[in-house]
């Protein structure tokens, strides 16, 4: 078959679609390259550049990279690019506030697990405290902006029956912030509520009401790291 | 050769790092064969009498007097350890960080639903009292801290690991489990 | 103001892809977007208010709180440091008695700082309403604000016309030219009509193998071969768009703005010949807001260039159709990145898209584009007028042609200058008379800051690449402060910071800078920086995040010395300060600050 690709991930020899996201070819051929931004089947924001990997010696993130003939021998557990990662974890916990013995989400949450995975004992930046505000405006959901992490999974899939988006970011740079629209978020069924919680990689979006579901020990990375679904599939 | 002297303290924090301490069980007792305890609230011992090799710390720094007995474990100690989140990042009480901390004293002494009777609006303002800071600092930002184990608590298993490790020069190797931020 | 907001909304065409322009006109009418107007426009458009916030909060030049009447916008750009801002900043405070990022009471006039506006040769200047105020002191401060209080006009309070277009009547304008030195390309003889003539009687193939052959490369700064970007686009199938990145945002160029003065035919004679070659029917120009002063200049030349059958239907009976409009900005530098430009003419965050696809496959509205530069269409022109090899022969091997640099700083003759690439560093400071230079700071913040011992260096795409911005920086500047600290705050704003690596990094790397400047800094620090601004340029999307970290690590391995002088040679060293973390909780409870050690 011609649309088929052969390439390596850190010499381990995996084949895919041709066009195929990186990120999903390398899933299904049980390596797993972490991701919080990515979801499959909706339109890549390469916004979290975790999945950060090298593809013929350049920095590439692999949930925006359709594979093809030139992919060649992929780079992806390397010290380097562990320790970008890494890198990027800490990042996201000393610049938004995250408070995981608080958080309704730890233990299920993506960039916690992330920090598990890379044995996160310290975050090598200076905790920035910057204050963020909780929207609690919704009937239905707890917008906690102290933690979100800007991969923009609600702003992309969350959205009404005409397709209007309940969430979006405000402002840029280090002024930036998820938002929910306060009309139509007054008005979010439960499912849609379920849903965007259930998507966001942290703790940032809460459906009211209910909470803490699943005990400590069985929660979702618990007793196993980040991925090993991914891994252990093939 | 003498046993390695351990001593232990909580600054702002909810002493459940040294709960999880406890919670070693009948491994106390082993631990008890390889240390030796100094200033600690384990032992009662309220000031250090003696140089020590370790310093185990929870909580962070929300006042002078945390300050104060911070930069004095950092003095005694030639091993110092940040326990817990608090002592890592700040931890609940950091959830503070950000607001201004006048806002905090009035909804603490003042306006809180909690308040009851304050006619008079007093503040604690005695000169015995520690200050408050502005905000919840992680010790690694007052003085220098050598190793970090996060949890809330960290795991008696991972407490017992570490300090074994360190005091037999044993290669620490810690399990996917023990490693939690919660 | 429903019925104002609806009839906006009616005017711009009720489209989703209009919003930018909805909300530049509502700015305008309403000195601010107000809440009422995001509904209006929400409802209108059928997207979210949170969709339309997303979009307004993104761009400077938006506000939700009413601007002054006199919205004053003072350059906050370090060459506007350098030639004395700090001073006319105090005296705009003083004089109108509130400070930046305040309005007055009675709503008169409001302060705000705004990033590089293009004035670097001519600063410290300031945006009032639009119009560009230059060579600013605390006398002329003093004559506006006085003109404000009494009500004046802000077109009556510019004190005399540039030369050139900046004198016409529909620019009016105090702006000068500069024009050091004219080159044969961008800013000598040119004849309108000429070449497009000439070009639209060519097979569109070889209008691009001219260019091909002349090795012209892009002249915003990333040198992509022009040539080689139309021939990708004209290869896709159909329709196709040209758009013009007018947005040159880069701090301390300004060459762009002169071109669009003084060859605004040019430019979109070239934009025609592309859309011919490419097989396009629709160019956009898409206008930094800050060039907004040109924006009826610009479109009374367009209107001409249609009665005289330059654009508009079969141009010059050639069976050509094609048209221009202009897209304005409204501030944001990293709108200058051709898909975040592309994204903000559909009317959304000006946020960059990942690549794969690139524009020439999947640009404007999904569909093939290319984006050239306003220097890089006036190139072009000359290259089809005269030969792709009369274009190669000048310059360097890799470099071919000339450039139009933006000189600044420290020198005695700052302004535009064409010069063939290859010219090397030492040579232009001779050019622009400019004597005890510190460093060169070559292509903007995201370029590379030069020491005297690299003067000799070329001036290329192979060696010192740049889009025009070249800052000259006096041995008397406290580099550290006065400019790379000023470019990371520069940074931390433009970030879209929808990627995150490009969003925190900047601003660890800004407190960083600024603990240094502050001699909180230690040796460890150094290294720290290098290796963050790493991480930051292996994994940001963009070229912002990708160069960000540039101002840093190039003083760092360029002036270590004097990053070594401020910072103490120890391991550990806390940043605490017990006197400021306790000041604000003794003053609530009311006792003394004081610690008993």
């Not at chain 3, 009556?156 to 004219?182: C, F, Q, T």
């Not at chain 3, 898209?353 to 190139?379: L, W």
């Amino acid at each position: 078959m011609s649309d088929t690709i052969k390439f390596t991930i850190d010499g381990k020899e995996c084949t895919g679609k041709k066009g195929q996201l990186l990120v999903d070819a390398a899933a299904e051929n049980g390596v797993y390259i972490p991701v919080l931004c990515h979801w499959k089947d909706v339109k890549p924001a390469g916004s979290c550049r975790i999945c950060t990997v090298k593809v013929n010696n350049r920095y590439v993130t692999a949930c925006t990279l359709p594979i093809d003939e030139n992919c060649g021998d992929v780079e992806n557990n390397t010290p380097e690019l562990q320790d970008i990662r890494k890198a990027i974890v800490e990042m996201l916990f000393v610049e938004g506030n995250h408070f995981c013995p608080a958080c309704e989400k730890s233990g299920d949450c993506d960039l916690q697990a992330l920090g598990y995975k890379y044995q996160m004992m310290v975050p090598r930046f200076p905790y920035a405290f910057e204050r963020r505000e909780l929207d609690a405006k919704s009937p239905k959901i707890f917008l906690e902006k102290n933690r979100c992490i800007f991969c923009k999974r609600c702003i992309r899939m969350i959205k009404d029956e005409k397709g209007r988006s309940y969430f979006a970011f405000k402002g840029r740079g280090k002024h930036l912030e998820i938002s929910m629209d306060e009309k139509l978020a007054a008005n979010i069924s439960d499912e849609l509520a379920q849903e965007a919680m259930d998507i966001c990689p942290v703790g940032a979006i809460l459906k009211k009401e209910v909470g803490f579901i699943n005990p400590i020990g069985k929660r979702k990375y618990d007793n196993e790291p980040i991925g090993s679904d991914i891994e252990k599939s093939k | 050769m003498s046993k390695p002297i351990i001593a232990t303290a909580s600054l702002a924090g909810c002493f459940g790092c040294h709960m999880s301490l406890l919670d070693i069980d009948d491994r106390i007792l082993k631990l008890i064969e390889l240390v030796e305890f100094n200033k600690s609230p384990i032992d009662d011992i309220k000031t250090f009498t003696k140089q020590c090799d370790i310093g185990l710390i929870e909580g962070g720094c929300c006042n002078t007097e945390n300050i104060e007995v911070l930069k004095e474990f950092r003095k005694h100690c030639k091993i110092l350890i940040s326990v817990g989140e608090c002592a890592i990042m700040g931890g609940l009480p950091a959830m503070r960080n950000g607001i201004p901390v006048k806002e905090c004293l009035d909804e603490a002494y003042l306006d809180g639903p909690t308040v009851g009777e304050n006619k008079e609006k007093i503040m604690p303002n005695d000169e015995e009292l520690p200050i408050i800071t502005d905000k919840v600092y992680p010790l690694h930002e007052i003085v220098k801290v050598d190793y970090y184990l996060p949890g809330c608590p960290p795991s008696a298993d991972l407490l017992w690991e570490a300090l074994v490790a360190l005091v037999t020069g044993k290669e620490l190797e810690i399990p996917y489990e023990l490693i939690k931020f919660d | 103001m429903e019925e104002k907001i609806k009839s906006i909304i009616k005017t711009s065409g009720n489209s989703p892809d209009r919003l930018m322009d909805i909300l530049l006109s509502v700015q305008k009418e309403f000195r601010c977007v107000p809440e009422e107007a995001v509904s209006l426009i929400a409802s209108a458009l059928g997207i979210s208010e949170a969709d339309v916030n997303q979009t307004k909060t993104f761009y400077h030049f938006f506000s939700s709180k009413p601007v002054g009447k006199y919205a004053v916008y003072l350059n906050n750009a370090a060459v506007s440091g350098m030639m004395g801002m700090a001073e006319v900043a105090d005296e705009f405070e003083k004089q109108a008695g509130i400070k930046f990022g305040e309005t007055t009471p009675d709503g008169l006039i409001s302060l705000d700082y705004t990033a590089c506006i293009g004035m670097s040769d001519q600063e410290p200047a300031a945006l009032i309403n639009s119009v560009v105020f230059t060579e600013l002191t605390r006398e002329k401060v003093k004559e506006i604000v006085a003109g404000m209080k009494e009500g004046k006009t802000v077109e009556s309070m510019v004190p005399e016309y540039g030369d050139g277009n900046n004198a016409h009547p529909l620019v009016k304008s105090m702006v000068k030219n500069n024009i050091r030195k004219a080159g044969p390309v961008c800013l000598g003889d040119y004849d309108a009509g000429k070449t497009l003539s000439k070009a639209l009687s060519m097979n569109p193939k070889d209008v691009i193998s001219e260019v091909q052959k002349s090795n012209l490369r892009g002249r915003g700064g990333a040198g992509f071969p022009t040539g080689l970007k139309w021939l990708f686009c004209s290869q896709e199938s159909g329709e196709r768009y040209v758009i013009c990145n007018a947005d040159e945002g880069e701090p301390g160029t300004f060459k762009d703005r002169v071109l669009l003065t003084e060859r605004a035919k040019m430019i979109f004679e070239g934009m025609t010949i592309a859309g011919w070659a490419i097989g396009a029917k629709e160019g956009i120009v898409y206008l930094r807001y800050e060039y907004d002063y040109l924006l009826k200049f610009l479109n009374s030349i367009l209107d001409e260039m249609r009665e005289k059958n330059m654009l508009g239907k079969n141009i010059m009976g050639k069976g050509f159709d094609y048209d221009i409009r202009i897209q304005s900005g409204a501030g944001a530098y990293v709108c200058g990145e051709e898909s975040a430009l592309i994204e903000s003419t559909e009317g959304k965050r000006g946020e960059p898209r990942n690549r794969p696809p690139f524009p020439t496959q999947s640009g404007y509205n999904e569909k093939p584009t290319i984006i050239n530069n306003v220097e890089t269409f006036c190139s072009a022109v000359k290259i089809v007028e005269k030969g792709g090899e009369w274009f190669s022969n000048m310059g360097t091997e890799e470099s071919s042609g000339t450039k139009l640099l933006s000189i600044s700083g420290d020198c005695k003759q700052p302004g535009v200058y064409e010069v063939e690439w290859g010219m090397t560093i030492k040579e232009m400071l001779d050019m622009v008379d400019a004597t005890d230079v510190q460093a060169v700071q070559v292509a903007g913040p995201s370029g590379v800051c030069v020491p005297p011992s690299q003067f000799s260096r070329k001036i290329a795409i192979e060696d010192l690449a740049t889009g025009g911005s070249m800052i000259v920086v006096g041995k008397q500047r406290d580099l550290i402060k006065d400019i790379v600290l000023n470019f990371m705050e520069f940074f931390e704003d433009e970030s879209c910071g929808s990627c995150i690596t490009c969003r925190s990094f900047n601003m660890i790397l800004r407190r960083m800078v600024e603990k240094i400047v502050e001699g909180r800094g230690i040796k460890p620090d150094l290294d720290n920086m290098v290796q963050w601004g790493e991480i930051m340029r292996n994994t940001s999307r963009c070229g912002l995040g990708q160069t960000s970290a540039n101002p840093v690590s190039t003083t760092i391995s360029n002036f270590r010395e004097l990053y070594e002088s401020k910072v103490k040679d120890v391991d550990f060293q806390s940043d605490f300060d017990m006197k400021k973390a306790i000041i604000e909780s003794c003053e609530a409870v009311g006792r003394p600050p004081v610690v008993h050690e």
